[in-house]
């Protein structure tokens, strides 16, 4: 078996907020915290990709999910370096070829649905056709026990809010939970995770705040991940995304209740 090498990552995380001073409606004066917002722009050998608007938390994940995600690279031992410099605001990725060249894959861009991320590059949605995720058993009390467990997380959100999060989990343990501005930034990030530790998503559940859309399924059935669950709603092509991969597609999935829009037979519900 051929050693994967992982690339050498800068450590450059912000912190999530920033104290201001607010009035409420009363007119008294309160301190509150705000998002941070910062725009990272993310290079390949010297060629400029994408510029992403995002919290900061974690920006080498978020670079490596990305390029993962959108179908810039097959194996992490592709890349050599990921340096985050937030002085010049942006990422510079180091290939082990150095030479590396986007132009096809950057000549088709696609709109999405997306907040604080909206282009898809390449053709994902042919891709998909030969995706088929491993079916995963889920039981209705495992739900509710994740659910439960996630009232302890968005941290972000609680203090501050104007951020989505998503959360990767093994049964009802949450096994990484990211907060951003944006859900497809906090997917992204849990990819980067995924890649950078090589997480199998066989056994996984993917849980997001936001929409369950076309986009969201895609990187989801990309990761390998059979469960999708959101405390959100699902557009159509999301459905039609999930039902052509075999993604287990439930939505509005808060306190007790869920809806399953796709995969009800993985479904172990009480008796």
């Not at 093994?170 to 930034?185: A, P």
Request: proline share 1%; charged share 25%.
């Amino acid at each position: 078996m051929t050693k994967v090498t992982k690339p050498e990552i800068s450590n450059a995380g912000l912190g999530f907020s920033k104290s201001v001073i607010g009035f409420d409606e009363t007119g008294k004066q309160r301190q509150l915290e705000l998002v941070g917002e910062r725009a990272l722009t993310l290079y390949v050998d010297k060629q400029e990709i994408v510029t992403l608007m995002t919290m900061g938390t974690h920006p080498e994940l978020l670079t490596l999910g990305y390029l993962k995600n959108q179908g810039f690279f097959d194996s992490i031992d592709e890349i050599k370096i990921v340096q985050v410099d937030w002085e010049t605001e942006a990422v510079a990725v180091v290939t082990k070829k150095q030479t590396s060249d986007f132009s096809k894959q950057m000549e088709q861009r696609t709109v999405t649905t997306g907040c604080g991320q909206g282009t898809v590059f390449g053709r994902l949605m042919d891709k998909l056709k030969d995706i088929k995720v491993p079916e995963l058993v889920i039981k209705q009390e495992t739900i509710y026990g994740l659910l439960d467990s996630l009232r302890s997380h968005n941290e972000v959100y609680k203090k501050a809010g104007a951020v989505h999060g998503c959360a990767l989990c093994t049964g009802s343990k949450i096994d990484f939970f990211v907060e951003d501005v944006g859900r497809h930034n906090a997917v992204d990030s849990i990819a980067g995770y995924m890649w950078l530790n090589n997480i199998s998503g066989d056994d996984k559940t993917f849980y997001t705040t936001g929409r369950l859309t076309s986009e969201m399924v895609i990187k989801v059935s990309q990761m390998g991940i059979p469960i999708l669950l959101s405390r959100s709603g699902a557009t159509q092509m999301g459905l039609d995304m999930a039902k052509q991969s075999g993604v287990t597609l439930i939505s509005r999935a808060k306190g007790k209740h869920f809806m399953v829009l796709n995969g009800v037979e993985n479904i172990e519900f009480d008796s």
